[in-house]
């Protein structure tokens, strides 16, 4: 079996076992973090937004002895640029509790992008992706695993086309899987896969992220008709999708024979910085999240899946088998 690199260090793909291929050990912005440290009081909410260092690693071995405690080997962390992207904070989790991180390379933006970015092209910036693919990220010697960009309620804006690009040149050269974040209400999906897929991308190392979001059939069929794995991958984020028309898409898309195309997870941020905790707080009481954590689908959505007539077979095809063939194809 080949290689896929985590944040201690490659392992053979057989070892990933049980993979929830999309959560957060920390989301915070990293300017506002090198710039106002103070910002980051540790406040007590659900989910905590604390950017301080040691609150946030705190919160990050939480959720992942949780996940450990539920059998889950392995994450892929898909935080990248303009997220907070710390290896060595993701290697001390991984150290300190034994959970395999796969780390990515990349941008999350909805449009804006630096300055740094204005005057240089997409292979200048798939040459930083490759960078941390071969060379290792943030001087470390920790590889990128995957690569991620996001399109989101702007759409495909040209920076957003750029930074699809980018990814897609730098996984062309290296062989490494793109995880892109879509938003199915803007229908970003289609055209980011046609972006790919122009870029000579294999669609088995796609995966549209949040396809989840939405219970459009059509929608989600005419994605994974382009042969793309798609993220059933934000249970618990009510504000987006309830948790019972999410089970049931998930439902008609295995009686239809998708799963081998889909994947379970939560985005769940054990920190998340974007809102005072008061506003994070009025959100929860409101119902805009349910449960939200990094164990929801093994608390909550797993049995509900199972009573709809999941198989063991197809969890364990969505669970193990699928990150193990988009990692490495
Ligand atoms: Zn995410």
């Not at 990933?16 to 999309?22: A, E, R, S, Y």
């Not at 069929?221 to 042969?227: H, I, Q, S, V």
């Amino acid at each position: 079996m080949p290689n896929v690199e985590t944040v201690t260090g490659p392992i053979d793909a057989d070892e990933l076992g049980t993979t929830l291929i999309h959560e957060h050990l920390v989301f915070r912005d990293e300017a506002v973090l090198a710039e106002w440290p103070h910002a980051g009081t540790v406040k007590e909410s659900e989910p905590p937004v604390n950017v301080d260092e040691e609150g946030a690693f705190e919160a990050a071995l939480e959720s992942a002895r949780a996940v450990v405690e539920h059998g889950v080997k392995t994450i892929a962390e898909p935080t990248a640029m303009f997220g907070g992207r710390d290896v060595r904070f993701s290697r001390r989790v991984a150290e300190e509790t034994g959970l395999q991180v796969v780390p990515c390379t990349g941008i999350y933006t909805y449009d804006y992008l630096p300055p740094y970015f204005m005057f240089r092209d997409e292979d200048a910036m798939a040459d930083l992706f490759v960078h941390d693919i071969e060379e290792g990220i943030q001087g470390t010697d920790i590889k990128a695993a995957f690569l991620k960009c996001a399109a989101d309620e702007p759409g495909v804006t040209p920076n957003i086309e750029k930074v699809h690009r980018a990814a897609a040149r730098a996984s062309v050269r290296t062989g490494t899987p793109i995880m892109a974040h879509s938003r199915p209400a803007s229908e970003t999906g289609p055209r980011q896969v046609e972006i790919f897929i122009e870029e000579g991308v294999e669609p088995e190392r796609i995966q549209i992220a949040h396809t989840g979001d939405t219970d459009d059939l059509d929608y989600i069929e005419r994605l994974l008709d382009t042969g793309v794995f798609v993220g059933m991958d934000r249970y618990g984020l009510e504000i987006f999708l309830p948790m019972e028309q999410r089970n049931a898409t998930v439902t008609a898309l295995l009686e239809r024979g998708y799963a081998e195309r889909m994947f379970l997870s939560q985005d769940f941020c054990a920190t998340l910085d974007w809102y005072p905790a008061e506003v994070a707080t009025q959100m929860m009481e409101a119902g805009a999240a349910k449960g939200w954590s990094m164990t929801l689908i093994f608390e909550e959505v797993i049995p509900a899946l199972r009573e709809s007539g999941m198989t063991d077979e197809q969890l364990e095809t969505m669970m193990v088998s699928n990150p193990k063939r988009w990692l490495t194809a």
